[in-house]
């Protein structure tokens, strides 16, 4: 009888655990964001780059490879300008992603990320890539190649693979 009563108690424990005033397991608001070594002010511009791809139901390991790829860019700053009147965090370029985009929505990371979505939306390597839950350096280098598409896409492809490595942090 006692065995049948802790067994039930244990199994109410795992089902109900707030009835039995049992605190949730500790759940990461942003759990790829945390992965990374960064400054405060690039985690927080990692951190509403993940929450918006999260509205858009996109995939941690595209959001991975999305905030890798805004940080070889532009060290994740959304003020960045670059060569080719490339802006924000993405460096989207005014003849590129960034068309039809005032300097402003260029440099607002809601409104690039969105921008970037519609790309990775349309890509059929990029969806796929996340969809299989393939390895973070692939999904990485597909989206340096396909969304980013920088001149030299296989060298910067292993530049943003060998950065994905030094950014992750090793104790988790």
Do not use: W
């Not at 500790?26 to 070594?37: A, C, G, Q, T, Y």
């Not at 924000?88 to 590129?96: A, E, I, K, R, T």
């Not at 402003?104 to 990371?109: A, S």
């Not at 060298?155 to 950065?163: N, P, T, V, Y």
């Amino acid at each position: 009888m006692r065995r049948k009563l802790i067994l039930l108690v244990c199994l109410c424990a795992l089902l109900f655990p707030s009835k039995l005033g049992i605190p949730a397991p500790f759940k990461r608001m942003f759990p790829v964001s945390d992965r990374l070594n960064l400054r405060h002010d690039q985690r927080m511009v990692a951190q509403q780059i993940e929450s918006r791809l999260r509205k858009h139901l996109i995939s941690d390991g595209i959001i991975m490879g999305a905030i890798v790829n805004a940080y070889a860019e532009s060290r994740l700053n959304p003020r960045a300008v670059g060569p080719g009147n490339t802006r924000g965090v993405f460096q989207l370029l005014p003849s590129g992603l960034g068309h039809d985009m005032t300097v402003d929505q260029m440099h607002d990371v809601n409104a690039s990320v969105d921008r970037v979505v519609v790309a990775i939306k349309k890509n059929r390597k990029m969806m796929a890539a996340g969809l299989q839950h393939t390895n973070l350096e692939n999904i990485t280098r597909v989206f340096c190649i396909e969304i980013e598409r920088p001149k030299n896409k296989e060298m910067r492809a292993l530049e943003r693979i060998s950065l994905l490595r030094n950014l992750i942090k090793s104790d988790l």
